[in-house]
T-cell receptor, first 114, second 113 residues
Framework: AQSVTQPDIHITVSEGASLELRCNYSYGATPYLFWYVQSPGQGLQLLLKYFSGDTLVQGIKGFEAEFKRSQSSFNLRKPSVHWSDAAEYFC????????????FGAGTRLFVKA | DAGVTQSPTHLIKTRGQQVTLRCSPI?????VSWYQQVLGQGPQFIFQ???????GRGNFPDRFSARQFPNYSSELNVNALLLGDSALYLC????????????FGPGTRLTVT
């Protein structure tokens, strides 16, 4: 069955420091992969997506993610975190078996300290 | 342009009752998906509709049903409400069926007492 694992429930980084959020997926075919951000009181916003091609994808707000098929991973990175990046981050996989389903991970809460 | 809109914003229901949630997609978007987000968890996929037909279904009981109208708006119905149905219900729209970029609405907060 398709699944997404985000191993870190929460992460704290200092403002200006680099960030990496981990995501591992389980899916037999080539996956469609997404990262979303959810800020308090706001809806989910798509940061970036991977469908095919270049395994390093650029997104909004300075985020990027790298698809590694051998590791079944799609980690999200940012070189310098801003206080406004504090939010919940969700990794998701699009699974086309038996219809279209988007499976989300449990999320990683990012805290940014001054 | 208006984003995805959902109504109502908040809702309180009693166990055993039925509820209908509504979603209007972004203009021009023909696909609508529904998700349930329990506090502290990621969204769980419920349905995807495209051109008024169900194109995907998650692991939810038959108490959950949905439909899409000719104007591409959608309703999610939940019958025989349980306490465990308390959650944020999110609607997302996209241009076509499948895994194209989804735009999420603010959600409807359902509380079952």
């Amino acid at each position: 069955a398709q699944s997404v694992t985000q191993p870190d429930i929460h992460i704290t980084v200092s403002e200006g420091a680099s960030l990496e959020l981990r995501c591992n997926y389980s899916y037999g075919a080539t996956p469609y992969l997404f990262w979303y951000v959810q800020s308090p009181g706001q809806g989910l916003q798509l940061l970036l997506k991977y469908f095919s091609g270049d395994t390093l994808v650029q997104g909004i707000k300075g985020f990027e993610a790298e698809f590694k098929r051998s590791q079944s991973s799609f980690n999200l990175r940012k070189p310098s975190v801003h206080w406004s990046d504090a939010a919940e981050y969700f990794c998701a996989v699009g699974a086309g078996t038996g219809g279209f389903k988007t499976i989300f991970g449990a999320g990683t809460r990012l805290f940014v300290k001054a | 342009d208006a984003g995805v809109t959902q109504s109502p914003t908040h809702l309180i229901k009693t166990r055993g009752q039925q509820v209908t949630l509504r979603c209007s997609p972004i203009s021009g978007h023909k696909s609508v998906s529904w998700y349930q987000q329990v506090l502290g968890q990621g969204p769980q996929f419920i349905f995807q509709y495209y051109e008024k037909e169900e194109r995907g279904r998650g692991n939810f009981p038959d108490r959950f049903s949905a439909r899409q109208f000719p104007n591409y708006s959608s309703e999610l119905n939940v019958n025989a409400l349980l306490l465990g149905d308390s959650a944020l219900y999110l609607c997302a729209s996209s241009l076509r069926q499948g895994f194209y970029e989804q735009y999420f609405g603010p959600g409807t907060r359902l509380t079952v007492t």
